[in-house]
Each structure stands twice: as structure tokens, then as C-alpha cells.
């Protein structure tokens, strides 16, 4: 039954082309399918690294936030105990206490305050180990080497553009370094001679 001008074999070779063509793209087909699953497994990766990262800088930037605060309520405390006079709560630049610039984050000293001259050594922090619990023998105690604060008093204007003298700016800063990047933790507050 078939057409009187074409052959047999003839349809059996156009069917052999076809057959050949779809081998063809198969491997075209396996070899695309194989760069968008390589592409897919690199993206799955990088959002892996950069979420152990975020992870990492998310326990420092707590532990610098902490800092902030240590230092901040040992001012106020300072002058609530009236250890120090409303005229120390300056920058040693301007005839105060507090060191000028980045320090590195000590342990207080007789003073009970945070830069200051008489600061002890290097802080140090104690962090959950593998149990997850505090207080363990499995903690892992953490130097806080990479962490500065300072410490910025600053005097506050009045209307007239004098200096209040009743009234005060501090500025805490805290900052680490992570992969060569200083990420900074800023806390502000006013203190004023009266408690």
C-alpha cells in the first residue's frame, strides 16, 4: 500500500535520520541539564559559606553590643556611687578619665569603670560548648582580642551656644574585625550631673 514513487527503504532511512537526530540531542539535553545542576550546586554552596558567616558575625556582633552596654552602665554607675565627679566624665584629652580613641576591651579596673588607665588585662568570655550549656566543663573560653571600644564625651550646646555644663553626650563604640572588615556597634546616651 504504499506510494508508487518512493521505495520501502527509503522510509526506513528517513526514520533512521530521525532516530540518529533525537540521539543527538539527548546528549546536547544531558550535557545542559549537567551545567545548570553544577550552577545550582555552586549558588546551594555560596549560600551555605555566607550563612556560617552571618552566623559567626552575628555571636560578635552580640558579644560587641554587650560590651557597649558594660561600658555605658559603668559610667553611670560610677556617678550614681559618686566614685568620680561629673568633671572626670570627660575624654583624657579634655582633663577627664576615659582614654582617647580605640582600646582594647579590658577588664575593669580598681575603678570599676571601662577605659580607663588603671584597665586590667584582656577580657575573655565564656561560650557554650558542644552541650550546649553554660557553665559546663565543655565551655569554651574566648579571648575578646579582636574587639576595641571607645569611649566619646562630648559637651552638649544650649540655646545661647555656650556649654551646658550640667549635661553631657557619651558615645560608645565597639568594634571587631572580620576578613580584614571593621563592623562597628554604637550605642549613645546623655548623663547629666544630677542622678
Known sequence: MGHPGIK???VRTWSGLSAASEEGGTLIEVLISSFILTVALLAVAATLGAGVSAMFIAQEELIAKQKAREGLESV???RNTQNITFD???NA???GIFLDGFQPVKTMGN???VNTADDGSIE???LAGKDG???TTDDEIRSLGIFERKVTIANLLTQTGSVDSDIRQ?????RFQVRSVWRTVSINSYISRFS
Open 8 to 10: 520501502a527503504s527509503t
Open 76 to 78: 553611670f554607675t560610677a
Open 88 to 90: 572626670q566624665i570627660r
Open 93 to 95: 584629652s579634655n582633663g
Open 111 to 113: 575603678d570599676g569603670i
Open 124 to 126: 575573655t568570655v565564656a
Open 133 to 135: 550549656l553554660l557553665g
Open 170 to 174: 557619651i558615645t560608645i563604640d565597639v
